[in-house]
């Protein structure tokens, strides 16, 4: 039984699939991504001639956010028809951001065919904190650090 609370997230993320741009793979993906604070952004796959210049749904969800001056996140929902799983290149991008993460992969049926955590998807992944100079994390396991003002007041460029 689907946490009634997850419903309308669930489907709006299957309405963002529904503005998918997929002329190649005829494959759509819808993305909801939730802010800390509740703030929801969605995304859609976007594909182009140039195949590796498409952008998946999941990371079209996270820069929308962050652009919008949003860093931390608690809830992925992705749908695709079958249940699919983010690539790669979108676990990493997450991992950036939210490495606490808790994922949601739903099909055609809106039925939760995944419920776990991002640190499940992506073991043992590549971080802020992976780096020498690492960034220090929020309580919730979030980055908080904007490295932008860290550098200069460091010193640094
Ligand atoms: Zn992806």
Redesign the pocket.
Known sequence: MTDPHLIPLIRQAREASLRAYIPYSGYPVGALLRAADGTLFTGCNVENAAYPATI?A??TALVKAVSEGYRTFDLLIVYTPNGGS??G??RQMLYEFAPGLRVLLVDDREAIVYDGALTDLLPRGFGPTSLPDNHPLGEDGNRTVDTTEKRRSDGRR
């Open positions: 998946c999941e990371r983010p690539c290149v979108c």
